[in-house]
């Protein structure tokens, strides 16, 4: 079910990981950004369009994880959009297919035009389509080619894997030379819009209104700068005792804290 969050801004939620789709209205149609994730959801989401009289002009995956690459063909054979890096990766990740146990993809998501992503230029400022203008803020905090979305008109901010409620920031560990420092370069962009940040919608969590997305910088912040100087974190989102059924998000913590420990030790001088 479609919600409204802002003017012209609509918002569906899935039962996986809270991940949020959003629709943007156009002139004669919509802007789907990271549509998923289960195949009944997909098959809602098609079906509130077409009763609403409005059909997909174009996609935007805001980055190469499969939860935001998700396509279904109701929605049209139109073009689908990423930053260049993104889509570059997605390439490379999925040359040899996925293997959808091995990410935990349930069962019932339709993975047949997973990543089917256009590359934008790099140095392209707007998504190209025909509606409210809608600024790519790329960076690279959560994955390669990473972009976060902003619709000035409406003061709408789509963090992608970014300010989370629910969700600590998930690190680049898979070729970032810096990951944290990627992360809180991140931050800093988007804390230089966050006073006009009215509607904030993360790839997977809460909406939040005013403040909020200051609010989960500074979180977000705290539990990075923790975490580079190796001190205790104190963040709610990790605690798994408050959540059943988000166990996993304390996994992802200790993973982190695992991964950046063996790569101080390689950085290390080995000893003869
Ligand atoms: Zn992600």
């Known amino acids: 079910m479609l919600k409204q969050v802002a003017a012209g801004v609509q918002v569906h939620v899935s039962e996986f ?80 297919g996925i293997d959808a146990k091995r990410f935990g993809i349930p069962e019932d998501v339709p993975l047949e035009l997973l990543g089917h992503v256009s ?8 998504i190209p389509w025909d509606g409210p203008p809608v600024q790519i803020l790329g960076h690279e905090g959560h994955a390669p080619g990473h972009a976060a979305l902003w619709i000035q008109d409406q003061g709408v901010l789509i963090g992608g894997d970014t300010l989370s409620d629910v969700l600590i920031p998930m690190l680049d560990l898979a070729g970032a030379t810096d990951p944290i420092e990627d992360y809180l370069a991140a931050l800093l962009m988007l804390e230089g819009l966050a006073d006009d940040v009215e ?21 977000d912040r ?51």
């Open 199 to 219: 509607v904030l919608i993360p790839g997977h969590g809460t909406i939040g209104g005013v403040g909020e997305a200051k609010t989960r910088i500074l979180q």
């Open 17 to 96: 990981c809270q991940s949020n789709t959003v629709v943007v209205q156009g002139s004669d149609g919509v802007l789907l950004i990271d549509p998923g994730v289960h195949g009944h959801e997909l098959d809602c989401l098609v079906n509130d369009l077409a009763s609403a009289g409005q059909r997909v002009l174009a996609g935007f995956s805001t980055h190469p994880h499969w939860d935001h690459l998700l396509w279904h063909p109701g929605f049209g054979d139109v073009p689908r959009f990423g930053t260049s890096r993104c889509a570059a990766t997605v390439r490379a990740r999925l040359a040899g």
């Open 119 to 126: 590359g934008l230029p790099d140095g392209t400022t707007q």
């Open 222 to 272: 705290k539990y990075l700068q923790a975490l580079r100087g190796a001190q205790d974190v104190n963040d709610s989102r990790i605690d798994a005792s408050a959540k059943p059924g988000w166990e996993w998000v304390a996994d992802v913590h200790a993973r982190q804290i695992q991964a950046l420990e063996s790569s101080v030790q390689s950085e290390r001088p080995k000893l003869p």
